[in-house]
């Protein structure tokens, strides 16, 4: 079943809100996280401790830039229409896998598989 016109703005809203949230995060990060302190420059360890912080910082940033790729490709289906169509096999998402990932792009069945898929993988 396709999404209602009020669906499609309620997760529209949703995304628009994790995108800022987003953006709101990579703000604060460059900011404030991503400068050593120049005290740190005297203690090795305080300094490794410091680029430890950093470098954990900076794999976030990364994994809360492929959520944003993400999040940005939900709300280019939401303007073309395609919004919840699985990517892979063209079916419908289910409305309880979209309420709780909007930015989804498989059914609950294809992405299933893909980790099944990936899991073989991981053991070769």
Not at 67 to 81: N, S, T
């Amino acid at each position: 079943m396709a999404l209602t016109e009020a669906q499609m703005k309620k997760f529209r809203a949703i995304l628009e809100e994790r995108r800022q949230s987003l953006i709101t995060q990579a703000r604060k990060t460059l900011e404030s996280d991503m400068v050593l302190s120049p005290d740190d420059r005297f203690d090795e360890v305080d300094q490794a401790s410091s680029e430890y912080m950093q470098a954990f910082s900076f794999r976030l940033r990364g994994r809360e830039k492929f959520l944003m790729d993400k999040i940005e490709l939900a709300l280019r289906k939401i303007d073309e229409g395609t919004y919840g169509v699985c990517e892979e096999c063209e079916d419908t998402i289910a409305l309880k896998r979209l309420q709780a990932r909007p930015e989804a792009p498989l059914c609950i069945q294809c992405k299933e598989a893909q980790e099944k898929e990936e899991a073989v993988y991981a053991e070769e």
